[in-house]
């Protein structure tokens, strides 16, 4: 299979020009002006943007949580990401008590084989850190292809800080990254009790519930574990002005932070856990929604660099029969998380780019070369000859209003119902094999159940 792009403009992380693009066989063979192939297809994307695929780093398929599971599988999760623009998925892997990494891992692959619709890896989760659990760091660096571990500081499942500071130690010697969900787990099992004293249960108590200070202490006592080991940390879904002003601080120490943040970070803020008839539930995630004043800051801190990725966390619930099964009389009881896999690159556009928050270029970087970068996915993220033909043709210009109904993700509900969107995928391919496309109402997924792959990851270089 081949496949030329005539005339586009090719977007980098640091510009843009017009070329043409011949993909052959899953790569990028060739970028250059009137290249002249006997291609399978030939689009004219003149007036279109070329894009590397966007890589989604942070989500939840399938998982096991609060009494019920995340709805997407790996077939619709994967569909409606192609049809996004979304071409790698690197999915959250909960190992469970007694398993071992590989284990888990081998687990969550069974879930995906045959079913996936794009590339995928997997971030094992570290929740039963037995000392042959932390000695099993150096083979999923250096094997297995999956050197980035996920830890918790909340929940039951939460790890403390002397296992942060083993894995911390182990993944600096093998190349390894260390993922935090950090929210101080004492200041809002505190403000949960104070809230039930006062009956306060209903959804906007959820927000009041995780205040910023819990994110903010947390990353702070994360960023000294950094500190001590000389290793490095990514703080995941990033949601605060305090927790970004903690991350930027120790980054100006030189410790080795990173961060990621959300669209619903981005654009959302916590007067939405105030919508009538419990539709506030829609928004219950955790970290959860802020002010203002963080959408604002987050925006910054992309512009700036000290936010490096954008992910969606996504993992979805439905509104009817699972956000209200257990949760309609307690915040606490409704399953937190939210859908969107498929609106990641939409957003970022039109709420980010097309309004002059961020530049084309940092887009990109955000969304798929940097991300690449951080996660050791080397043969994506880039319009580049020899990289994956990950691809987007995107027309800027189009327009989109989001509802339910027109996407493809396993759930009743978008937490964006009746966004107005400037700029939108034309054309998704995935390793040059087109899988979804504009239809002239909606993405329309036109791919195969099956075509992705497990993506071995590479660790960074070794100390």
Known sequence: ?????????????????????????????????DLDYAADEIVDAKGKYILPGAIDPHTHISMPFMGTYAQDDYETGTIAAACGGVTCVVDFDLQQKGESLLDALDRKKELADGKVAVDYSLHPAVMDPR?????????????????????????????DDATMIKLLEETKRYGGLVQVHAENVYIIQHMNEVLAREGKLAPYYHAMSRPNIAEEEAIYRASKMVELTDSRIYIVHLSSKEGLQIVKQARDRGINIFAETCPQYLLLDDERYKEPDFNGAKYVMSPPLRTPASNVALWEGLRGGDVQVVATDHCPFDFNGKKDMFGKDDYKKIPNGAPGIETLLMLLHSEGVAKGRISLEKMVDVLSTGTANMFGLADKGEIAVGKDADMVVFDADLKFTITQSRLHMNVDYTPYEGMEITGMPEIVYSRGKRVAQWNGEQMEFVGQAGHGRFIKREPVDEN
């Open 1 to 33: 299979m081949s496949v030329l792009l005539k005339n586009g403009t090719i977007v980098t992380t640091t510009g843009r020009y017009t070329a043409d693009v011949y993909a052959e066989n899953d790569r990028i063979k060739a970028i250059g002006t």
């Open 131 to 159: 000392p042959d659990v932390i000695d099993e760091v150096k083979k999923a660096c250096r094997e297995y292809g999956t050197p980035s571990f996920k830890i918790f500081m909340v929940y039951d499942f939460r790890v």
